[in-house]
């Protein structure tokens, strides 16, 4: 299996990303014509990580997500389902407490952390309302949800720009790239089927989450979503 359909079967998923992990970071960095950098700076300072909170980065696949958080001092806990991804990352940085996790099914317990994100992971998650429960049940009280994720262009002819270069342009510049560019093909179809900003946000709300917000990077071709899981 080289490319998950859009029912995100979590065996196709996983093997999907296994395949691409050695270059994972390298191709995002091209495609992304180097926003990613950018894009994960903001979910940093969204998270706002304090010395000795635990936070986890779910869908953290090498962990260079979860880096900036442990540079702050706090413990932070780099989570995937791909198995491929993690040993990459262990490989890089075999201190951080990888460990392997399904985000609808998340290995524990209620109440642990201060702050649980994930970044451009959740729309691969087949169930995202569950999803969403799992991330509520995992945080303290008073404790956030930060999520950074691809979205809805607010400009409508630029709208149409991106979505013409997703599905003409990135293809072929993952094959030039990718060790495995019909993931990618799947990667354009699944931010184009991705609900909006006000979408998730809602999402969000239903999954328990309060004070919840967005703001828009990059025109919104990516939304950063946070919220709070009442004290």
């Given amino acids: 299996m080289t490319r998950a359909s859009l029912d995100k079967q979590p065996h196709e998923v996983a093997s999907m990303f296994d395949n691409v992990a050695e270059r994972y970071d390298l191709t995002n960095d091209v495609l992304s014509l180097g926003q990613d950098r950018r894009w994960r700076k903001e979910v940093a300072k969204a998270v706002d ?8 980065d779910l869908a953290a696949g090498t962990a260079t997500s979860s880096l900036p958080f442990a540079r702050t001092g706090a413990y932070v806990v780099p989570c995937d389902f791909s198995l491929g991804m993690l040993q990459v990352g262990k490989k890089r940085n075999a201190w951080l407490p990888f460990t392997a996790g399904d985000a609808t099914r998340l290995p524990f317990k209620d109440d642990t952390f201060d702050a649980v994100t994930i970044s451009f992971g959740l729309r691969n998650v087949q169930d995202t309302d569950t999803a969403l ?6 945080t303290k009280p008073g404790g956030r949800v930060v999520i950074c994720e691809f979205s809805h262009p607010i400009w409508a002819p630029f709208r149409t720009v991106y979505t013409e270069y ?8 993952a094959r030039a790239v990718s060790s495995n560019p019909d993931a990618y093909v799947y990667l ?3 931010i184009r089927a991705w609900p909006d900003q006000s979408g998730l946000a ?4 239903g999954a328990g989450w ?3 917000a967005w703001r828009n990077l990059s025109g919104g071709i990516v939304a950063l979503h946070r919220g ?3 004290a």
């Fill in 49 to 56: 990580a304090r010395p000795a909170q635990k936070v986890l």
């Fill in 166 to 173: 997703l599905m003409r342009a990135l293809p072929p510049v």
């Fill in 210 to 212: 309060s004070q919840v």
């Fill in 133 to 138: 429960r799992e991330m509520y049940r995992v």
């Fill in 202 to 205: 809602a999402r969000l709300r």
């Fill in 228 to 230: 709070f899981k009442q």
């Fill in 188 to 190: 354009a179809e699944s």
